[in-house]
């Protein structure tokens, strides 16, 4: 039995058009060892291929047996960005996709999940009651917040929020990722813009802790972002580390590792 497979986990996945979008242009993928979620854009129909072609590339390099690795995940992605690119290039207006999720993968031994992110979907960690958010939106909001320009607290309302830097199929496509230990205990949340955007982190964190079981918490989460609103194409990921990693802790994942993706498929410390 290999690290990963001692790994036992409850996850469940739910994805919903919302209440204002006549289309879903969000696709997940939550088959051990990929959780993750692509949100499309390019309209209606290019964004939803586009997002499909991304969760598809994930699942036919990662979900087909044998080890994933780091290298392996690098190929995956460039093969997600490359379908993408290709079908942009017969779209007047182009397609992109974000992508975001966690991967479970062995490092130095030991079970680790492997958070990738590009775009504006996210990750967030609950352990011990404290909800963190491991992943960095790539948007101009989170641009101007870094330099001190726009409040955390003002994200909502700031005009240009749908606005992204990087996504897989754009000129900047790179993605950022981390390494961090799996944790017996923890639940992890990927989501797109649509969760995130219409809760804060304090109503995310209530539902995580009360929804209960994976199934029931996502139909919690999406059942709340249209409630407030539904603006946008809900989409949640949620995982249940149940045994197999690393003792339960009760704060911040402080033993993550960055990395970035290099040209020949490996990454670096950052």
Request: hydrophobic share 40%; charged share 25%; with cysteine.
């Amino acid at each position: 039995m290999t690290a990963t497979q001692s790994v036992q986990l409850s996850s469940d996945a739910r994805s919903d058009t919302g209440r204002k979008r006549a289309a879903n242009e969000d696709s997940f993928l939550a088959v051990p060892p990929v959780f993750a979620v692509a949100d499309g854009m390019g309209g209606h129909e290019a964004g939803a291929q586009a997002s499909a072609h991304v969760v598809a590339a994930l699942r036919e390099t990662l979900c087909t047996g044998g080890p994933v690795d780091l290298v392996r995940v690098s190929a995956a992605i460039d093969e997600a960005s490359r379908r993408v690119s290709a079908l942009a290039a017969t779209r007047e207006r182009g397609a992109g996709s974000t992508l975001t999720g966690v991967i479970l993968v062995v490092h130095d031994g030991r079970p680790h999940w492997l958070i990738v992110n590009v775009g504006d979907s996210r990750v967030y960690r609950l352990v011990g009651g404290y909800l963190e958010q491991l992943t960095v939106d790539h948007s101009l909001v989170q641009e101007r917040v870094d330099a001190g320009t726009l409040r955390p607290e003002d994200r909502g309302t700031a005009p240009d929020k749908n606005v992204i830097t990087r996504a897989l199929g754009s000129v900047d496509a790179r993605a950022d990722s981390w390494l961090m230990p799996v944790t017996t205990g923890e639940r992890l949340l990927v989501c797109s813009d649509g969760l995130h955007g219409e809760l804060s982190d304090e109503q995310l964190r209530e539902i995580l802790v009360a929804g209960g079981r994976p199934a029931a918490t996502t139909a919690a989460l999406v059942e709340a972002a249209n409630r407030a609103g539904g603006r946008d194409n809900v989409t949640a990921v949620v995982v249940d580390v149940l045994s197999g990693g690393d003792p339960g802790g009760d704060g911040p994942a402080d033993t993550r590792e960055s990395h970035a993706w290099t040209d020949d498929g490996d990454t670096v410390p950052v």
